[in-house]
């Protein structure tokens, strides 16, 4: 089990983009290591006299133990972490849960499908598959308005590497809403590929749905993958504040494949599951 006990870290740069979104680049200090992590996990970051937040890398890790994150600011945790400047100190452990799975080494089509700031832990992953350069690979990514979307830089450069799809619900002069489920169609018409892979992160009802909509189109089920978000606290699998049926998001997730999130879905919780501890 990795340790409750965060490691120290440095906040050493960042720079704003979209609404209410920032990136931040952290570096562990003293020459402590983390084991790699795959694209898709994520880590615990405490802000001394606030608390302590799971975040995913947007970058991971590199030699020297620098990587960024994306973080919206919601609450009393981000709302201090955005009133830090370079050199603050702050804790971090990690890496946890399970990952996206690693891409095979065929030329299996890949679609990546975000809504907002669930952009975050695709990064890695989009970053991974154009490294290896397989098949071709389509992104669709819905943001409530143009001033919300994020990871523009990545976005930029990703142009000319993947197919980019992007969807505003509320554009100046639209009237009806559009989301990534509506664009399902017509993106997979314009791209001309079935994709062989897929996988998402935003609003859990949006990935549901999409789901669903990629089934009906016949994609094999066990070739969509979505990742979740849950309130957690220990991210070890002690606290309990995770569960989604018998399971712990934090270490059985935070990916799913859609067979297995389809039956946590509709599993209660049972009797037989750990008592819950406080930490
Ligand atoms: C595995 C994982 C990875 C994550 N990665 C990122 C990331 O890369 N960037 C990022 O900005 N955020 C990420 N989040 C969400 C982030 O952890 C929360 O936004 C953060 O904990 C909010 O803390 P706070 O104290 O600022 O807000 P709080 O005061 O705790 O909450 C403010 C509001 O946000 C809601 N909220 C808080 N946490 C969550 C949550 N996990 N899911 C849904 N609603 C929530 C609360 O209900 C409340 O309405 C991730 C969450 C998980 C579980
Ligand atoms: S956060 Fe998953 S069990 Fe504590």
């Known amino acids: 089990m990795t340790s409750l006990t965060p490691m120290v870290a440095e906040l050493v740069d960042y720079y704003d983009d979209g609404e209410a979104a ?5 570096r562990l200090l003293d020459q402590q290591q983390w084991p790699p992590p795959e694209p898709g996990q994520f880590f615990m970051l405490s802000v001394p006299g606030a608390g302590e937040i799971p975040l995913t890398f947007t ?7 620098h990587w960024w994150a994306l973080v ?14 370079p050199g603050a100190i702050l804790g ?15 030329q299996t089509p890949v679609l990546l499908i975000a809504g907002g700031c669930g952009l975050a832990p695709l990064v890695s992953q989009a970053e991974r598959l154009l490294e290896m350069n397989l098949g071709p690979v389509a ?9 919300a979307r994020v990871l523009g830089r990545e976005r930029d450069r990703w142009q000319h590497k993947l197919a980019l799809f992007e969807v505003i619900e509320q554009s ?31 609003p859990e009802a949006m990935m549901t749905a999409l789901s669903q909509r990629l089934i009906e189109r016949g994609i094999p089920p066990s070739s ?6 849950r309130r957690m606290h220990c991210a070890t699998g002690t606290c309990g504040h995770c569960y989604l049926s018998h399971r712990y998001v934090c270490q059985s997730g935070p990916t799913f494949g859609w067979p297995e999130l389809e039956l946590l879905m509709q599993q209660p919780v049972t009797t ?5 501890l406080s930490c």
Do not use: K
């Open 59 to 65: 970058q991971l890790p590199d030699q020297n133990q």
């Open 22 to 26: 920032r990136h931040f680049q952290f």
């Open 272 to 276: 037989q599951t750990p008592p819950l």
């Open 172 to 202: 100046p002069g639209q009237t009806a809403r559009r989301t990534p489920l509506d664009a399902l169609p017509d993106v997979l018409a314009h791209w001309g590929h079935e994709p062989g892979a897929t996988f998402m992160c935003g």
């Open 92 to 106: 971090a452990r990690g890496p946890f849960g399970r990952g996206w799975p690693r891409p095979g080494s065929d």
């Open 72 to 85: 919206r600011r919601m609450g009393s945790v981000t709302s201090a972490l955005f009133r830090l400047e």
């Open 224 to 229: 969509i993958w979505l990742s979740l978000e």
């Open 139 to 147: 992104l669709i990514y819905g943001a409530r308005s143009p001033e």
